[in-house]
């Protein structure tokens, strides 16, 4: 298995431009998240994912959109991009509630918005 | 406020040496305490999860300790080694929630040093 899996690893984009971060994962788990970690902070929820076709806003979601049109598949979307968005972005999976379940994270993707 | 507060925020410490890392929390209705190991660059990894009930819980070389009264956990690493290098996330879970359940800790940096 995989795991969980991001691409890409690093990105610069430029104000105003649009970008998708892909998240993947082979585990066959329903809950998917994702996460923003910035210097001196810990990580914070974007969005998550209970399911196929069931997403849902987490602490710091203005600026990102998300779907989720199969199992294995959570792809975040930036409209317009900011510099406040330069952060590493994680994807994590979860057979359970985040609550309870373990989480397993992907590698991140450290995009830096100029 | 549900808060995570993990000490020190950064140690340094000899190879072979141990060494106890300190995570206080104030997360009400309390679901299950998690450390991770994050390595620079990489996504953070499950080391523990501890339930209320649950007093200690070890993974190796790490033991994860739980106080559910004084609301206080702590991260004891034996023998440190080079590969110790990384950075330890406190982790607590809310009860009854779905996917905005879990409250991060900002980390302590270890760095071990022959």
Redesign the interface.
């Known amino acids: 298995n995989a795991g969980v899996t991001q691409t890409p690893k690093f990105q610069v984009l430029k104000t105003g431009q649009s970008m998708t971060l892909q998240c993947a994962q082979d585990m066959n788990h329903e809950y998917m998240s994702w996460y923003r970690q910035d210097p001196g902070m810990g990580l914070r929820l974007i969005h998550y994912s209970v399911g196929a076709g069931i997403t849902d806003q987490g602490e710091v979601p203005n600026g990102y959109n998300v779907s989720r049109s199969t199992t294995e598949d959570f792809p975040l979307r930036l409209l317009s991009a900011a510099p406040s968005q330069t952060s590493v972005y994680f994807c994590a999976s979860s057979y359970e509630f985040a609550a309870r379940g373990e989480q397993f994270f992907g590698p991140g993707t450290r995009l830096t918005v100029l | 406020k549900n808060q ?1 507060e993990q000490s020190p925020q950064s140690l340094i410490i000899l190879e072979g040496k141990n060494c106890t890392l300190q995570c206080n929390y104030t997360v009400s209705p309390f ?2 305490l ?1 450390w991770y190991k994050q390595d620079t ?6 080391l523990t ?1 501890m339930t209320f009930s649950e007093n200690t819980k070890s993974n190796g070389r790490y033991t994860a300790t739980l106080d559910a009264d004084t609301k206080q956990s702590s991260l004891h690493i034996t023998a440190s080694q080079l590969s110790d290098s990384a950075s330890y ?1 406190c982790v607590v ?15 302590t940096t270890l760095s071990v040093s022959s």
Not at chain 2, 41 to 46: A, E, I, L, M, N
């Open positions: 995570v679901s299950n998690r660059g990489r996504g953070p990894v499950s999860i996330i879970s809310l009860a009854n929630q779905a996917g905005t359940a879990l409250i991060f800790g900002k980390g």
